[in-house]
């Protein structure tokens, strides 16, 4: 069981597009972070969002933080094929009592963006 | 700069042949952990050391173990790989109490023969 849903699963564009990628739970986590992974690599950490309702920019991407803290997204405007890779969100949810953070992965979304 | 080293990139081994990934960081962080990620999938959590406390994740079959002996490595040892473990292992670690800086390895690629 996916305890997170991304979609679309795979995305493929053209330059100068924009964008957007949601993922979704029927948990709540105490923060949801958005990675984007290269070939072969590991998950590089782009953007941690903590409060229900937060929205940050970097550059061209805007993360939001559902209300709930159940749901986010990313929008990219005016993709370019750098940003060709796979994004993956993944939630912090701690045990009761426990203060320690435990992160969760969605499946991700492969996107393609095309010269 | 601080990081997290995992060795070796690309390991293959034999069916049922023992394999050790291994870990390094120099963050000083709490926690480390392993994922498993295989091909157009979600990195799977197998487990976690909070310091010297192992902590394993529900479903992890009991062929994958893990040793940190102390705070700077950590090992995943798989007792008897199948055709089914052959994936991207990731090695992570944060501070454990806060939500911020996770950081991962670059990964194993591990190839079952």
């Known amino acids: 069981t996916q305890l997170l849903e991304q979609s679309p699963q795979f995305l493929s564009i053209q330059e100068g597009e924009n964008l957007t990628v949601y993922c979704n739970s029927s948990?709540?986590?105490?923060?949801l972070q958005w990675y984007r992974q290269e070939p072969g690599e590991g998950p590089v950490l782009l953007v941690t969002?903590?409060?229900?309702?937060e929205v940050k920019k970097l550059k061209r991407l805007t993360f939001q933080f559902g209300d709930a803290r159940k749901d986010s997204s990313l929008h990219i405007t005016a993709a370019q094929p750098g940003d060709t890779g796979l994004y993956l969100c993944a939630g912090v949810r701690r045990d009761r009592g426990s203060t320690l953070g435990r992160l969760y992965f969605g499946r991700g979304t492969q996107l393609t963006v095309w010269p | 700069d601080a990081m997290v080293i995992q060795n070796p990139r690309y390991q293959v081994t034999q069916f049922g042949k023992p394999v050790t990934l291994s870990c390094s960081q120099t963050l000083n962080h709490n926690v480390m952990y392993w994922y498993q990620q295989k091909s157009s999938q979600a990195p799977k959590l197998l487990f976690h050391?909070?310091?010297?406390?192992?902590?394993n994740e529900a479903d992890t079959p009991d062929n994958f173990q893990s040793r940190r002996p102390n705070t700077s490595f950590c090992f995943l040892d798989i007792r008897s790989p199948g055709l089914g473990d052959a994936a991207m292992y990731l090695c992570a670690t944060s501070s454990g109490t806060r939500d911020y800086g996770y950081t991962f390895g670059s990964g194993t690629r591990l190839t079952v023969v």
């Open positions: 050391y909070y310091d010297k406390d192992f902590n």
């Open positions: 948990s709540v986590f105490s923060s």
């Open positions: 969002v903590v409060t229900g309702g």
